[in-house]
């Protein structure tokens, strides 16, 4: 489990919607769940920097990527963020190879390209991707093109991951498979992880903890067993049934 | 509705439009039917026309290199920003589609001519770009420029936003991303702009005429020559007007088929 943790206290409009939370990862995967509209997706851009914030103090461990009151603004570039958005938006006229190739030539141009290529075959052999390097993502499985999104993400040296609806994109048959590969993986590379869902069985199996987001508040936190107990609204008691 | 009033219908609209397609027709088939092959030949074997196909070839490609090279990353840019300015840029700078060609012609001798606007810091001993072959890529960037960022733009609008944040968020900076992933993406329709930019190089007439004149071996270009052709020699201009359209079919096909590329990588997203 990650040493580090991200913690983020922010407010925001986003079209009609205020977003005012606080939220960290401690310890590991913090897992934001919430109704359409909620602002889960919005959360991810305001800590990715692309939307613009009323007030923020954003930061992972000792760095701080954003803080309002001291007029510090990382830019996206310089945040360190593995961003895995929903359909995880490869990109279509590279190959697997020169997807992942892409993101760590992006961080680490002082990697010579021997040793650049030595890094993505290790990332890709290690989730199984070894065999399609030379693949284009269209021809890929449900369940390749998230471990691939994955792959770019985890090349580019990240301080964090951000996840967002990352079994949204597959069928009902790959996803469990696929969710406990991905529970699994993310234990293992132990980085402060948010992942942003709708869906009840995701957010058992992938979080430590969960934070219910709802018309862009907080309104309840707690381990899966603690909010199972005294679910806080509505919409959180039809989200616990749905789980099977 | 009966099965025979549905066909005439079907046949009546056609019939309708095929007015114009008719209309479109009659002149560039009268063209090739009253050029004979053999006085086709005979025009081309004169001297000077090779001369005009040449600096043809060779302004349009000129210009069709400062075309994409500057107007690539202006086009990117102005995708990219959706303040007003960016808007009345993008307002301003395709406004040659719609102005005539000689209005044009007028207002590049205002601004590059000899007693332009900008005459005093371009040309402090007193000469001119005006009348030079440099006057004629001039305008002929001037008035094709815009069909390729009018491609170019709508082109790089359609680049996945989401493709973008997350090149964005692996560090690669604006030009690798311009690079490696716009640029890319919206190639298809950037060939099909630079084709169409390209035909109306190679066509344009009225701009050239007034800002670089018609100087045989300076600055008449195929549409000056085919002009005046016209009036010593009807054989010769119709042999030009032949070659002028068919590299214009190969441009258009070139274009077609770069769109279609376009229109099929979109379908195929998810």
């Keep these: ?244 | 509705m009966s099965r025979h009033k549905l066909r005439s219908e079907r046949l009546a609209l056609a019939g309708f439009g095929s007015v114009l397609a008719l209309f479109l027709f009659m002149p560039l088939v009268s063209l090739v039917i009253a050029t004979r092959p053999r006085s086709f030949v005979v025009a081309l074997g004169q001297p000077f026309v090779w001369g005009v196909l040449e600096l043809s070839l060779l302004t349009t490609l000129a210009s069709l290199a400062i075309v994409v090279v500057f107007g690539t990353p202006l086009a990117w840019t102005l995708a990219r920003r959706g303040g007003a300015a960016a808007r009345a840029v993008e307002t301003l700078v395709e406004l040659p589609i719609v102005i005539p060609p000689a209005v044009a012609g007028v207002a590049l001798l205002l601004a590059f001519g000899r007693r332009g606007l900008f005459a005093g810091i371009l040309y402090p001993e007193g000469s001119s770009l005006a009348f030079s072959v440099l006057s004629v890529v001039m305008a002929q960037v001037f008035v094709s420029a815009p069909f390729y960022l009018q491609a170019a733009i709508s082109a790089f609008r359609r680049v996945d936003e989401r493709l973008i944040v997350v090149s964005r968020s692996f560090g690669a900076g604006p030009l690798r991303v311009f690079r490696r992933i716009a640029v890319p993406l919206a190639a298809p329709a950037l060939v099909g702009g630079a084709a169409m930019s390209f035909a109306r190089s190679l066509g344009e007439f009225g701009a050239t005429l007034m800002f670089a004149g018609n100087l045989r071996g300076v600055t008449q270009t195929l549409p000056l020559a085919v002009y005046t052709a016209l009036e010593s020699d009807l054989g010769v201009a119709q042999a030009l007007s032949v070659l002028l359209m068919v590299v214009a079919l190969a441009l258009l096909l070139v274009a077609r088929a770069a769109l279609g590329r376009t229109g099929e990588r979109r379908g195929g997203r998810e």
């Design chain 1, 1 to 244: 489990m990650s040493g580090e943790t991200l913690t983020a206290s922010l407010t925001a409009r986003v079209g009609p919607l205020v977003i005012d939370v606080e939220l960290d990862t401690a310890p590991g995967t913090l897992v934001v769940v919430g109704p359409n509209g909620a602002g889960k997706t919005s959360l991810l851009s305001l800590l990715l920097g692309v939307l613009p914030v009323e007030r923020a103090r954003i930061a992972i461990g000792g760095t701080v990527l954003s803080d309002t009151e001291a007029g510090l603004v990382v830019p996206l570039e310089e945040r360190r963020l593995g961003y895995v958005p929903q359909d995880y938006a490869l990109f279509p006229h590279l190959t697997v190879h020169e997807n992942v190739a892409f993101a760590l030539a992006s961080r680490r141009s002082d990697l010579a390209p021997s040793a650049r290529d030595e890094r993505v075959r290790g990332l890709l052999g290690e989730l199984g991707l070894g065999e399609r390097a030379e693949h284009r993502p269209e021809t890929l499985s449900g369940g390749e093109r998230q471990r691939l999104a994955l792959a770019r993400a985890l090349s580019a040296d990240p301080r964090a991951l951000l996840l967002d609806e990352p079994l949204a994109a597959l069928d009902v048959h790959s996803r469990d498979e696929v969710r406990e590969f991905l529970g699994a993986y993310l234990e293992r590379v132990a980085l402060p992880t948010l992942v942003v869902t709708h869906d009840a069985a995701d957010a058992r199996r992938l979080g430590h903890r969960i934070a219910v987001l709802e018309a862009g508040r907080i309104t309840q936190r707690g381990t899966w067993d603690e909010i199972a107990a005294s679910p806080a609204s509505p919409f959180v008691e039809r989200f616990l049934a749905e789980r099977r």
